[in-house]
């Protein structure tokens, strides 16, 4: 729903609350002027004033009537105090109000606010009449709303301003006294202002009448450019003139020539005590052969604008043209300066006629256009204080990015050191607040400084333009290398898909790579993109191309960097996904416990191609070190795969993949027995037999090397080795049975052992026609050498188990006459 404006019917609402107030306070205080009030509260916005009541309009008018019944003249009182709520409020928090009165000035209203900024408070209704009065000689009122032609009338500011509640009662005599100090210094200026204009009158006159040896256009130039100044284009805050001391071209503050903000030594202290020079050294620009100098002071304004204020060196000469010192200007350039054409400004129109004859395009031709159309459009506090080779390189730059667009970083660093102005171009449709403040970093770090100041600008076209102030801390600051920075800021600029089309580019060749970066630029969503690196999906993107419809899983089991307790396992599903309920399952059985999971689905081009969907859990176990193993990690999988694809049963059993080493056919021949056991009325279930294995790893281990000892075809040993090796583990199983504490644990493990023992042959060993192990397992059994079987005692028996059948062949003689049961 849209926020509603407020419109004739709230004004008319307002209005009638300010005509409330007036009648109520008629009645209790008929002192106050009605006029008074209406020009308190009528330049409020009417969505702001209605949140008070009436009774609140007219306290505050009665204690603001009583703030301005006296005040020493030409001196400012201030007051920040919490303001009490009336019931009917409808206000969301409390407030505090500064209230001020002082000599009505330029630059006072604008100058409040950016204090009150500055102190970090935000404000919530800003009320600013100005009054005509008639005081005595001790400040008492005398008449509100006076006559402007009364010899003792004078202009107030009367400032309100509403805050969110400040409880803090030194917090609020700091903003006071903070405020007190602004508004000296905006005293200060103004009372200057005139001074300073004849002062820059009579510099104009100076460089008139003494011309130094400095070409004409450079002389002409730098007199047109004070008139401008004066001619309402600057806002003059403060002026010294300086003198050459000595050999080394030394300056030093001309005493009694000290205007406006400028009026101590060589320095102006800030209002926290700071001494900070204006400029550390002029050298370079006194030696030089420039008239003038525009750059930044490296403090900000406290006056009108919260910004860094503009610096203006003129030079000085006698009579005779030689060069004797400087005359120091500090303000803030008015709108003017920003808005109206170089070529209608003195001094910039100067430094783009010589960009545009070095450039020798023709003035109306394209790239004569456009070349005009970046020197327009630049930056123009930079403008003013650039050279003009640089600038030259800069523009013509700038002109090259139309024809093809792409990161570029124009440094420059102030000539005295104190900043680097660095214009950045970046993709637009990639920039934003976070991408502004990532190349801000990583400018600051590169630099060895903070960032001071910065300035997006969207020309037309692909691009925008940033422009940052790296200010120098108490190091000097770096040189970076321009390749640096430009590779720095395409990092920071460069987006997920940039670099996943990077990453395949370089892991793949090139045929290859084009092919994988048409399927996959856009394939992977938001979540993917937000939670995995570029170089993460072109490993993912390795096992997506491996799967298919006949091969619909992949899964991968890692180390997290996320946690120390924690096994990573990514499971990806061709077509559909895994719902969480099978997956679960699987897992805890093979001793995981799963503590969170994302899915994430990935839909490789074109339009039609069968989605992939990626699982990516994070899961708990007892020994995280083992599931870190390499070995153990191929064998979860494995077995992670085979219990999906159906292959391997889901049961207690597959606990031993990592508590006993051993692999998921293993697991499967394990579980074979077990069932064969049961087969035989063994008196344990299978959980108490899992559980006695799961307790005892390194014994289970051990029965599945009796077994290999017995049956393995690869080994290459005679019936006598073989028969020994049999007898050396069988030898390690009886000492692992001493630590064995319960009897039943005991009798289950034993009849493991005795079921290897009275095996004669298997297929366990048997591969299908692509290399698998069969799906079934057949061993062939000594029934006269099994323990505790039922009678009648057959000859042999051959149990058959799969994850989907199992069966029994029984044979009570030499010639076969059973069958499967």
Same mark, same amino acid.
């Given at each position: ?434 991408? #502004? @403040?990532? *190349?801000?970093?990583?400018? %600051? =770090?590169?630099?060895? !400084?903070?960032?001071? /100041? &910065? ?58 790579? #084009? @092919?994988? *970066?048409?399927?996959?630029? %856009? =394939?992977?969503?938001? !979540?993917?993109?937000? /939670? &995995? ?289």
């Amino acid at each position: 729903m849209l926020e509603r404006l407020p419109g004739a019917g709230e004004e008319s609402k307002a209005h009638r609350l300010i005509g409330s107030a007036v009648a109520l306070l008629g009645g209790t205080r008929p002192d106050i002027p009605s006029d008074f009030v209406v020009q308190l509260w009528h330049s409020a916005s009417p969505e702001d004033l209605l949140q008070y009541p009436r009774e609140a309009l007219a306290r505050i008018t009665e204690d603001t009537w009583a703030f301005l019944a006296r005040r020493t003249p030409g001196v400012p009182k201030i007051r920040f105090e919490p303001l009490r709520r009336e019931p009917g409020a409808s206000t969301a928090a409390a407030q505090s109000v500064v209230t001020l009165i002082n000599d009505d000035m330029p630059f006072l209203f604008d100058s409040v606010l950016a204090e009150i900024a500055e102190q970090g408070l935000d404000v919530q209704l800003a009320l600013h009449p100005v009054i005509t009065v008639e005081r005595d000689a001790d400040g008492t009122l005398v008449q509100y709303a006076a006559s402007p032609l009364s010899p003792r009338a004078r202009r107030e500011s009367l400032i309100h301003i509403y805050v969110a509640a400040v409880e803090d009662e030194n917090r609020r005599a700091g903003v006071v006294q903070a405020l007190a100090l602004m508004l000296a210094d905006v005293r200060t200026a103004v009372l200057a202002w005139k001074p300073m204009l004849d002062r820059i009158a009579a510099a104009v006159a100076e460089l008139t009448a003494n011309p130094p040896d400095l070409p004409p256009g450079e002389i002409s130039e730098a007199v047109q450019f004070l008139q401008w100044l004066a001619n309402d284009n600057f806002t003059f805050l403060g002026m010294r003139d300086y003198a050459l001391a000595g050999l080394d071209g030394t300056l030093e503050p001309v005493e009694g020539t000290a205007l406006g903000l400028l009026a101590g030594p060589d320095m102006w202290p800030r209002r926290s005590g700071e001494l900070v020079a204006i400029t550390p050294d002029n050298r370079g620009f006194i030696a030089g052969p420039q008239a003038l100098i525009v750059t930044k002071a490296n403090v900000r304004s406290p006056v009108h604008r919260r910004v860094h204020m503009d610096y203006i060196g003129v030079k000085r000469f006698d009579t005779s043209g030689a060069l004797v010192g400087e005359l120091r200007i500090i303000g803030l350039f008015t709108s003017t300066a920003y808005t109206r054409s170089t070529r209608s400004i003195p001094y910039l129109r100067r430094k783009v006629d010589a960009v545009l004859r070095q450039a020798g395009f023709d003035p109306k031709g394209h790239s004569g256009k456009a070349l005009v159309n970046v020197l327009e459009t630049y930056p123009r506090d930079e403008l003013f204080q650039i050279d003009e080779e640089t600038l030259y390189r800069f523009a013509v730059a700038i002109l090259q990015l139309d024809i093809r667009p792409r990161v570029r970083v124009l440094p420059r660093r102030d000539m005295f050191g104190r900043f680097a102005s660095v214009l950045v171009y970046a993709p637009r449709d990639r920039y934003d607040s976070r991408t #502004r @403040a990532g *190349i801000g970093d990583f400018l %600051a =770090a590169s630099y060895g !400084g903070h960032v001071s /100041a &910065f300035n997006p600008f969207f020309p037309e076209g692909p691009l925008v333009r940033v422009h940052f102030i790296i200010g120098a801390g108490s190091a000097p600051l770096r040189e970076p290398e321009l390749r640096e920075l430009e590779q720095g800021v395409t990092d920071v600029v460069r987006t997920w898909t940039d670099a996943l089309v990077a990453a395949l580019e370089e892991s793949f060749e090139p045929a290859k790579a #084009r @092919a994988l *970066i048409a399927r996959y630029r %856009a =394939a992977f969503s938001v !979540g993917y993109r937000e /939670a &995995f690196s570029s170089e993460t999906a072109v490993a993912d993107i390795r096992m997506i191309e491996r799967l298919s419809e006949a091969r619909p899983l992949g899964v991968d089991g890692r180390r997290r960097a996320d946690t120390d307790h924690g096994v990573g396992l990514k499971v990806w599903s061709y077509g559909v996904p895994i719902p969480l309920s099978k997956r679960v399952p699987v897992l805890e059985n093979i001793g995981f416990r799963v503590v969170d999971e994302r899915t994430y689905e990935v839909r490789p081009a074109p339009e039609g191609t069968a989605p992939v969907w990626l699982h990516d859990m994070l899961l708990e176990t007892v020994d995280v070190d083992a599931a870190h193993g390499e070995a153990n990690k191929s064998r979860v999988e494995t077995c992670f795969l085979n219990v999906m694809r159906g292959r391997a049963e889901n049961d207690g059993y597959n606990a031993l993949v990592m508590g006993a080493g051993v692999a998921w056919r293993e697991v499967a021949l394990i579980r074979a027995i077990s069932r064969f056991l049961r087969q035989v009325r063994t008196p344990y279930s299978q959980d108490y037999m899992w559980t006695t294995l799961r307790k005892h790893p390194a014994i289970a281990e051990h029965i599945v090397r009796l077994f290999h000892a017995r049956f393995d075809p690869t080994l290459d040993l005679s019936v006598d080795a073989r028969r020994e090796r049999e007898q050396a583990v069988l030898a390690e199983i009886e000492g692992a049975l001493q630590a064995v504490e319960s009897l039943d644990e005991d009798r289950i493990i034993r009849r493991f052992v005795n079921a290897v023992q009275a095996a004669m042959r298997t297929s366990f060993y048997q591969v299908d026609t692509d290399g698998q192990p069969k799906a079934a397992i057949a061993i062939k059994y000594d029934s006269r050498c099994l323990e505790d079987i039922p009678l009648p005692r057959p000859l042999y028996e051959i149990f058959v188990y799969s994850p989907g059948a199992e069966g029994v062949h029984l044979r009570f003689g030499k010639v076969a006459r059973g069958g499967i049961r």
